[in-house]
């Protein structure tokens, strides 16, 4: 199961988690991905997508447009 956006395209990142040690360990770093049942007025459906939570406030404020043009 992909950890990916589908509407941002966040994807996890990698990186150090870096002790008061100065001691270095590979870590990843995951999207705050949640899976949301969406409905979509322009085909009058609903869809259950991966969401990030940023992507969840691009929704709430421009709507579902853009979210209809990805799942074509």
């Known amino acids: 199961m992909s950890k990916?956006?589908?509407?941002?395209?966040k994807r996890?990142?990698?990186g150090n988690?870096?002790?008061?040690?100065n001691n270095?360990?590979?870590?990843r770093f995951e999207p705050n991905l949640h899976t949301?049942?969406?409905?979509?007025d322009e085909e009058k459906r609903w869809a259950?997508?991966?969401l990030s939570a940023k992507a969840?406030?691009?929704i709430a404020k421009t709507g579902t447009a853009e979210l209809a043009k990805l799942l074509k």
């Open 4 to 9: 990916v956006c589908v509407l941002t395209g």
């Open 12 to 14: 996890p990142k990698y």
């Open 17 to 21: 988690t870096v002790s008061h040690a």
């Open 24 to 27: 270095h360990r590979r870590t």
């Open 36 to 40: 949301k049942r969406i409905w979509i």
């Open 48 to 50: 259950k997508v991966k």
């Open 56 to 58: 969840m406030k691009i």
